[in-house]
């Protein structure tokens, strides 16, 4: 059911019923939810009650341990149904409230709960292998356990870690007042389309309009968008410093030398995979100069801009794809991992899964949100073009490996780390390309394709690197006692855009702005995950298609593992070493030759 497009936003009232995600799957109606949030307090307030009595027994221990997975899996419930509510809108009061509660019920919770891993760390190693030979269901969390000893030093006494716990409200507000800000407040005014007609801007719209072949819709758009954000560049340089200080505190109080070290720790990634990832991309910035140069050449222009860099090359093919058909093309592209995993797919997509469209007060950007047992949940602001199928391919890439984990694993393992989910998500994406290039009859449809791969590079691998070099730039220099306001933050973002970039494009002093307008910014140390995860999905998407079934076992191993062990261990599994250089090394190099193809093709 397609919904009927206009000048104008939809309210969420307007959206169409079989449009929207089907979240009364995790609590029916609202008065469930209190049950539960009820339910979650009284966990917690039993876990509080076990205070000093860790060691007191294996079968002790094993109650407890019981009991906190179970207040992981609820709490999360509680805070997922409310904070999605939100996102559908909001400037619905309510659930701003509801999510408010939740996050206060977590911190709650987690005070109750905090010494748990200090108390667990004063016990003798010989009384903890005592416990697993003593209570044999034990063995299922020793995973957990074992890993909760591995940070031993980096947990702080029962007391500290209760005041860690309750910060936790306030340490959340640079995010949720950006969150505000950005999603809310912040309006942005209407715009001439190509046919001369006012219509909105939004971020949601956004892209459509850097995507329109019409250079005074791209430049309007962008001098809009980024003019709005320039009337908050104080206040926005001031949420996002809050944020770095935030990751300095905890970092400090947990006795991390960086704030750098402290959040890939969570994920045992070595530091190493971090700075050798910027290397190898430093090593072949020169190819993003040459597509740069060829994407002037192309589009006939004497100068080109950073409004220049999303619409197509391409002349003579503009691909719309309502999501009816976006479904089905998803679908057919996952074909190689085979008719079990296209089925779950296929009926998730059916299935109430996605919020499709865009629509007043709903948050921007697409995410998934798997939510033990399941079904996982998709949001979208879904505009009928191809990056939008793309999205699909992208977000419902997560919500298999959720469901595949939710499948095989118990709660306690059954979550991914984010270093593995944008590997899931991102190799769905190549598939679909492959699909689409395979596809394609002439000419003119197989450049555009080509160059589509070369922005989804582009954009993942050098750009969110280039993210992950601004994070690390600015937190060393706070960390090191320099202040940074908006006009520092934005020196700092147009070197770095102009060194990646190059000599062939022209850096708009308002993109100088576009930290202000990026949310990963503040869940620190992220983005680089999007690059390594596209370079893993690129090597385990080449062995599916030149090896098929072996290739695929392995691969729905790794859907299937969860976080039964750590991250690099799991992707090892299924094909690809992230403490090697290469798989970095190697998308760059099919980068290299889609970009070669393409140059080979114009010159035809």
């Known amino acids: 059911m397609p919904l009927e497009k206009g000048n104008k936003l939809p309210s969420r009232a307007e959206v169409p019923a079989a449009l929207k995600w089907q979240i009364e799957k995790i609590y029916a109606n ?57 996102d559908e809108d909001n400037t619905n009061a309510h659930y701003q409230i509801l999510t408010d509660r939740a996050q206060a019920l977590f911190v709650e919770v987690s005070s109750a709960a905090s010494y748990l891993t200090p108390e667990l760390l004063g016990i003798p190693e010989e009384t903890l292998a005592r416990f697993f030979a003593e209570e044999p269901r034990l063995e299922l969390y020793r995973h957990f356990i074992m890993e909760l000893v591995r940070r031993k030093a980096h947990t702080l006494s029962v007391s500290e870690e209760r005041l860690i716990a309750m910060s936790g409200e306030v340490t ?18 209407s715009i001439k389309d190509a046919d ?23 430049r309007d758009a962008f001098e809009t968008l980024y003019g709005t954000y320039n009337k908050q560049r104080n206040t926005l340089a001031t949420c996002l410093m809050s944020s770095v200080k935030k990751d300095i505190f905890l970092s400090r109080a947990r006795h991390y030398p960086t704030s750098r070290a402290f959040y890939l720790d969570d994920n045992n ?59 089905k093309t998803v679908a057919a592209g996952m074909t190689p991992l085979g008719p079990d995993y296209v089925k779950a797919l296929a009926d998730g997509m059916d299935g109430g899964w996605i919020d499709v469209p865009e ?53 306690i393992y059954s979550g991914h780390r984010i270093f593995l989910a944008e590997v899931a998500s991102t190799l769905n994406e190549c598939l679909l390309l492959d699909h689409l290039i395979k596809k394609a009859t002439d000419k003119t449809t197989r450049l555009y394709l080509l160059n589509h791969y070369l922005e989804q590079f582009r954009g993942t691998v050098f750009r969110q690197t280039m993210f992950a070099e601004f994070e ?9 006692g320099e202040a940074l306001g908006a006009d520092a933050l934005s020196a700092i973002y147009h070197d770095l855009n102009v060194a990646y970039y190059g000599p062939e494009m022209t850096v708009d002093a308002l993109i100088d702005l576009e930290w202000g307008r990026i949310p990963h910014f503040y869940m620190p140390f992220y983005v680089y995950q999007y690059a390594t995860g596209f370079s893993a999905a690129v090597a385990l998407s080449q062995q599916i298609l030149k090896e098929g079934a072996p290739a695929v076992k392995r691969y729905i191993n790794f859907l299937s593992s969860g976080e039964s062990k750590y991250p690099i261990d799991t992707l090892k599994d299924a094909g690809v070493d992230m403490t090697s250089p290469e798989p970095v090394r190697m998308a760059l190099e099919v980068f290299r030759t889609t970009l070669e193809e393409m140059e080979n093709l114009l010159e035809r």
């Open 196 to 218: 001369g007609n006012e219509v909105e801007l939004s971020e949601g719209r956004y892209i459509q309009f850097m995507e329109n072949r019409d250079r005074r819709v791209r």
């Open 172 to 189: 959340s507000a640079p995010d949720d007042i950006y969150s505000m800000i950005t999603n809310a407040d912040l309006k942005f005014p």
């Open 359 to 411: 629509n007043l007060g709903k948050t921007t950007g697409a995410y998934c949100a798997s939510v033990y047992p399941g079904p996982p949940f998709v949001l979208l602001n879904y505009n009928d073009s191809l990056d939008d199928m793309f999205t699909l391919a992208h977000e419902m890439g997560h919500a298999m490996h959720g469901w595949y984990s939710f499948k095989h694993q118990p709660h």
């Open 269 to 327: 990634i070595p530091e190493a995979v971090y700075d050798q990832l910027i290397e190898v991309v430093h090593e072949h910035n020169p190819l993003v100069h040459r597509y740069m140069r060829l994407r002037k050449e192309a589009l006939g222009f004497g100068d080109l801009h950073m409004y220049d860099i999303y619409t197509p090359i391409v002349k003579g093919v503009d691909i719309k794809v309502s999501f009816e058909e976006a479904k």
């Open 472 to 480: 690390q730039i600015i937190h060393a220099k706070v960390e090191g």
């Open 30 to 86: 609202d008065d469930l939810w209190e049950r539960e949030f009820a339910g979650v307090k009284e966990i917690g307030a039993q876990i509080a009650g076990f205070q000093g009595r860790l060691a007191e027994s294996a079968q002790t221990f094993y109650q407890i341990t019981v009991l906190q997975d179970s207040l992981r899996e609820k709490i999360y419930r509680v805070y997922a149904y409310a904070s999605m509510r939100k």
